[in-house]
């Protein structure tokens, strides 16, 4: 089985910055697509941006210019730069893996959620 574990969720100012981590481990071949999902209160699970095993990158409307996804594939992680953050980025920030595991099939992996709060 794989597991993802995420961490760096805080409490910051509009206009701040934060990062977030995730980090995949257990029995994985490889991984393909990475990417981030957030859900705020009330709403749906939305993706926020993917990145491929090339370095192929897909951003949110709402993020781009403020947001960069980057994994390191030697490590199995990925992470969130997140910059000029906004009250409306609040929400449960979840990582997302799709791995091929040792059994030969791919699956897809959720991380935990981090809680990333947006508030003067």
């Known amino acids: 089985q794989v597991q993802l574990v995420e961490s760096g969720g805080d409490v910051v100012q509009p206009g701040g910055s934060l990062g977030l981590s995730c980090a995949a481990s257990?029995?994985?071949?490889?991984?393909?697509?990475m990417a981030w999902y957030r859900q705020a209160p009330g709403k749906e699970r939305e993706l926020v941006t993917s990145?491929?095993?090339?370095?192929?990158?897909n951003y949110a409307d709402s993020v781009k210019g403020r947001f960069t996804i980057s994994r390191d594939n030697a490590k199995n992680t990925v992470s969130l730069r997140m910059n000029t953050l906004k009250p409306e980025d609040t929400a449960a920030y979840y990582c997302?893996?799709?791995?091929?595991?040792?059994?030969?099939?791919?699956?897809?992996?959720w991380g935990q959620g981090t809680q990333v709060t947006v508030s003067s």
């Open positions: 997302y893996m799709n791995v091929l595991t040792n059994d030969g099939f791919w699956r897809n992996y």
């Open positions: 257990g029995r994985i071949q490889r991984i393909n697509t």
């Open positions: 990145i491929t095993p090339g370095g192929t990158t």
